[in-house]
């Protein structure tokens, strides 16, 4: 099923993702796959839909920094880092608080978050606090930006919220703070300078 980025779709994608359903959504870096990140097996749906290896963590997108304090344990740098990044295209890992999260999403004790800057997922992160937040492909290949491409590589999912050709300079930048320094995970959109810079 396809659904616009309306009042009306976002609300039928979010009874879905309530239902244990697995939504395609645009966000400010690129088309993303997710689920309830509390269901367990919509979550193991996601790794089968991308062919991911299981011992690979899944980020968490979600709607507030409140929300994302409940979830996990925030230092000095982090707090900074997402004052200044958030919404935005900066994924930090921090030390997991959430223990029904550590269960049903297999975690160990860290846990990768994020609030997107896109119109669209905010609406439907307003409904749903968050999200299991990974990038709409098989593992190993490219990312979309463009809904149809989006719509013709990507099987098994259950609703896709069309946000139109996204256009980003791709995927987020992931970062830890390890004893009180930054260490750059991935960079992506945002460079390293301009988060040492913080």
Request: a negative charge; one cysteine or more; aromatic letters at 8%.
């Amino acid at each position: 099923m396809k659904v616009s980025c309306d009042e009306q779709g976002i609300e039928k994608a979010s009874q879905i993702i309530e239902n244990g359903g697995i939504v395609v959504f645009p966000t400010d870096t690129v088309y993303g796959i997710g689920c309830n990140p509390y269901n367990k097996e919509s979550a193991k749906k996601i790794y089968e839909i991308k062919s991911r290896d299981f011992s690979k963590p899944f980020p968490v997108l979600v709607y507030s920094k409140d929300i994302a304090e409940q979830i996990a344990e925030f230092d000095g740098i982090s707090k900074k880092l997402v004052e200044k990044f958030w919404p935005g295209q900066l994924t930090i890992i921090l030390k997991l608080k959430d223990m029904k999260l550590k269960e049903s999403l297999n975690l160990a004790d860290k846990i990768a978050l994020r609030i997107p800057n896109h119109k669209c997922t905010l609406q439907l992160l307003e409904k749903c606090k968050c999200l299991v937040g990974t990038s709409a492909n098989v593992s190993g290949q490219s990312s979309f930006f463009d809904p149809q491409e989006c719509i013709k590589n990507v099987e098994n999912y259950d609703v896709f919220v069309d946000g139109g050709t996204i256009t980003s300079k791709g995927e987020s930048t992931i970062i830890e703070i390890q004893n009180e320094e930054i260490k750059i995970i991935r960079e992506g959109s945002l460079s390293k300078e301009e988060i040492l810079d913080t």
